[in-house]
């Protein structure tokens, strides 16, 4: 990347180079045919612009063609090396105003090339602190998992997805935590998270509530996706403590379908708790789920 960076400013400095040499031609040949009274003016201006616009190096090509002009110029039957006293003292005036502009105007450039580099790298390092700090305000802390804040700002990329939405949570969390301690229960739901970004990925998985957990996947097959919830079956039943001589269960709700508005979606998830709330009623430490039905879940939320 660095090489192809260096040789794509070599050609950038090698065009602006040769568009400098080529204008300078021009007002050279231009003050030549025309006899123009005073082509120094003309060509001081082409030095100031070139050397503003390509700094030093562009400078000098003006600075050469302007002195190499006034030789001509100036000098007795254009010779370029014999001149009167007046023209003599032109010259020497000229020669030292070209090196000043060269050296002023080209020294103005650096330091604003260097301020612009400085302001460059200034806002590559703010986007990169406000990737992070948005990376940071979308994970949750503890399970490294995306929150709701995350779930939002993905909701308009999921519209006309065919999903399946999946709400996992820890049978007796609040047991857990009341006998074991906070600790144990942060352990828990860490392990939870982990397993559930080795089997979906970090992008479809959110921690939804405090042990809560919701899962969304989008366009794949219902074989695929219950191969995957088998798997976290497993995986899930794995987590154990005090060297498994104490499990933990989890449950779990899903539908399927697809997400036509925003609205949509929200529906979607608590019809997902609706069948979590199934499974922790019917013995817990299960998974159930069916097909998205918008209608019954319109009418469970105006129910409830």
């Known amino acids: 990347m ?15 180079l040769l568009l400098t040499s080529f204008v300078m031609s021009v007002l050279v040949a ?19 612009v070139f050397t503003s616009l390509y700094g030093y190096t562009a400078g000098v090509i003006c ?12 000098s007795t039957g254009h010779g370029f090396f014999q001149y009167d006293t007046l023209n003599l003292e032109k010259m ?7 090196i000043l502009n060269v050296f002023f105007v080209g020294k103005l450039k650096t330091s604003q090339d260097k301020t612009q580099g400085e302001l460059r790298d200034l806002n590559e390092m703010l986007e990169k ?34 999903v399946f939405v999946l709400l996992v949570d820890i049978d007796d969390f609040k047991n857990i935590n009341d006998t074991l301690g906070h600790d144990v229960g942060d352990y828990i ?36 996706f219950k191969s995957q919830l088998n798997e976290l079956k497993t995986r899930l039943a794995a987590i154990a403590l005090n060297g498994n001589k104490f499990s933990v269960h989890f449950s779990g709700g899903y539908v399927y379908g697809k997400v036509e508005t925003n609205g949509d979606l929200r529906l979607m998830i608590r019809h997902a708790d609706k069948y979590l709330y199934e499974a922790k009623h019917n013995g817990k430490n299960q998974f159930t789920g069916n097909e998205f039905h918008k209608g019954f879940a319109e009418h469970m939320e105006n129910v409830l």
């Open 189 to 224: 739901l860490t392990k939870a998270g982990e397993t559930l970004i080795a089997i979906f990925g970090k992008e479809k998985c959110y921690r939804y509530g405090g042990d809560e957990f919701l899962v969304i996947c989008q366009s794949i097959s219902r074989n695929i």
């Open 2 to 16: 660095k090489t192809q960076n260096k040789h794509t400013a070599l050609v950038t400095q090698t065009k602006r």
């Open 92 to 98: 020497s005036m000229i020669i030292v105003s070209v």
């Open 129 to 162: 602190d406000n990737s992070r700090l948005l990376e940071r305000a979308m994970t949750d802390a503890l399970t490294g998992l995306k929150n709701r804040f995350a779930l939002r700002k993905d909701y308009p990329g999921l519209r006309g997805m065919n």
């Open 30 to 48: 231009f003050a030549l045919i025309f006899d123009i009274p005073n082509p120094n003016m003309l060509l001081i201006t082409g030095l100031v």
């Open 63 to 74: 600075a050469i063609a302007m002195i190499l002009y006034s030789m001509y110029f100036f």
